[in-house]
């Protein structure tokens, strides 16, 4: 797709979206198996709920301007992909299971922070082009991303790093 216009990127940046989400969800399923902590894996389940419904909302907003949502392959989540493989999912050397759990919640906030960025940007765009119902269906899936990732950040900060401290 050619990129000329405001509105050329942002449908450009929701299939970025789309596309993030898409790997992020089954990465963070294999997240949760490997997790321990009954607090992460609840987390992760309603981390997995939370990216199935961005899922839907950016479809649904996608369709609307009459575009596919699978014409962007996001490399930047591709990345954190093979970083949550390497550093929790894979991560044979990580022999304690709550430095696990710990290497877990690090990169599930990677790919969270990722997803915070591209709902930001793309409701900004959204407001931008006067599409304010875009716009708030945005800003709802980046209330809900930053949700998550402020969850993460307690029970890591509560639980789970201390944990794997001992």
């Known amino acids: 797709m050619s990129i000329a216009t405001l509105k050329d990127l942002y449908i450009d940046q929701l299939q970025d979206i789309y596309s993030a989400d898409k790997q992020s969800l089954e990465a963070t399923k294999k997240l949760r198996?490997?997790?321990?902590?009954?607090t992460l894996k609840d987390a992760l389940d309603a981390g997995t709920d939370g990216i199935k419904q961005g899922i839907e909302k950016v479809r649904g907003i996608i369709k609307t301007h009459d575009a596919d949502p699978?014409?962007?392959?996001?490399?930047?989540?591709?990345?954190?992909?093979?970083?949550?493989?390497?550093?929790?999912?894979?991560?044979?050397?990580?022999?304690?299971?709550?430095?696990?759990?710990a290497s877990i919640i690090a990169?599930?906030?990677?790919?969270?922070?990722y997803g915070i960025a591209g709902y930001g940007t793309a409701a900004?765009?959204?407001?931008?082009?006067?599409?304010?119902?875009?716009?708030k269906i945005l800003r709802d899936c980046l209330e809900n991303t930053y949700g998550g990732d402020r969850t993460m950040t307690?029970?890591?900060?509560?639980e789970v790093n201390r944990q794997a401290m001992a």
Do not use: P
């Open 124 to 135: 900004s765009f959204a407001r931008r082009l006067g599409l304010e119902d875009d716009a």
């Open 107 to 113: 990169q599930y906030q990677r790919m969270t922070h």
């Open 33 to 38: 198996e490997c997790a321990t902590s009954e």
């Open 70 to 101: 699978t014409d962007e392959f996001c490399k930047g989540m591709e990345g954190l992909v093979k970083e949550a493989h390497a550093h929790a999912i894979d991560a044979d050397n990580i022999k304690d299971e709550d430095v696990r759990d």
């Open 154 to 158: 307690d029970i890591a900060s509560g």
